[in-house]
């Protein structure tokens, strides 16, 4: 099972960025999926989360201008961020919570991650 980040790249403070998560794999179930943000000087967060039913979470920096959404037909999860400021520039990773086949469950998964540059 692989997580694959991407979307990342330089953006205007103000712009807006859609990342996407590919979740790959022999996957049985995707209890959550979500995204993560190491900033410069300061630990990785978990900034937002979606679940199997749909239920959205957020924390922090994304509250108000991201936007989390999934197409689990497609093993995939976007980010929209919007209204970027120069304090979002970082490394944006996804991270998961599921059931590989056969019976192998995987908590806090993460895989590599995007860079985020917010530059004028």
């Known amino acids: 099972v692989q997580l694959q980040a991407s979307g990342g790249g330089l953006v205007q403070p103000g712009g807006s960025l859609r990342l996407s998560c590919a979740v790959s794999?022999?996957?049985?179930?995707?209890?959550?999926v979500g995204w993560g943000r190491q900033v410069p000087g300061k630990q990785r967060e978990l900034i937002a989360v979606v679940t199997a039913d749909d239920r959205k979470t957020y924390e922090g920096p994304a509250k108000g201008r991201f936007t989390i959404s999934r197409d689990y037909a497609k093993n995939t999860v976007f980010l929209q961020m919007n209204n970027l400021t120069f304090e979002d520039t970082g490394v944006y990773s996804c991270?998961?919570?599921?059931?590989?086949?056969?019976?192998?469950?995987?908590?806090?998964?993460w895989g590599p991650g995007t860079q985020v540059t917010v530059s004028s």
């Open positions: 794999g022999s996957i049985d179930r995707i209890n959550a």
């Open positions: 991270n998961a919570d599921l059931v590989g086949r056969p019976y192998k469950t995987y908590r806090d998964l």
